[in-house]
Nanobody, 123 residues
Framework: QLQLVESGGGLVQPGGSLRLSCAASGSTFDYYAIGWFRQAPGKEREGVSCISRSGRITNYGDSVKGRFTISRDNAKNTVYLQMNSLTPEDTAVYYC????????????????WGQGTQVTVSS
């Protein structure tokens, strides 16, 4: 079974940048679309971005368009989320997820989830 491990979270000041990584193992990575989601305390899990199996199709949530960039390196079994111009509203636990239904921002499109990495944006 595919296993996902997120990394790269941490504490950053407003206006700063972070790059999250989602490393996969255990199955054929390029068979899966990958999505990034986040969940802040007391809020529902929100779709942030996704990338198709080939990497040719990407999608972003309205709140991160123009600031976040998703990419994948199938040779390294890794998906990246470059996050720029971070604000306190971006503070959340970030999860990556894998699915075979294509690039979507709904949690129902994914059936493999990582454990998450905390991102905190604060001065």
């Amino acid at each position: 079974q595919l296993q996902l491990v997120e990394s790269g979270g941490g504490l950053v000041q407003p206006g700063g940048s972070l790059r999250l990584s989602c490393a996969a193992s255990g199955s054929t990575f390029d068979y899966y679309a990958i999505g990034w989601f986040r969940q802040a305390p007391g809020k529902e899990r929100e779709g942030v971005s996704c990338i198709s199996r080939s990497g040719r199709i990407t999608n972003y949530g309205d709140s991160v368009k123009g600031r976040f960039t998703i990419s994948r390196d199938n040779a390294k079994n890794t998906v990246y989320l470059q996050m720029n111009s971070l604000t306190p509203e971006d503070t959340a636990v970030y999860y990556c997820a894998a699915g075979i239904l294509g690039c979507g921002l709904g949690t129902k499109d994914y059936n493999r989830w990582g454990q998450g990495t905390q991102v905190t944006v604060s001065s």
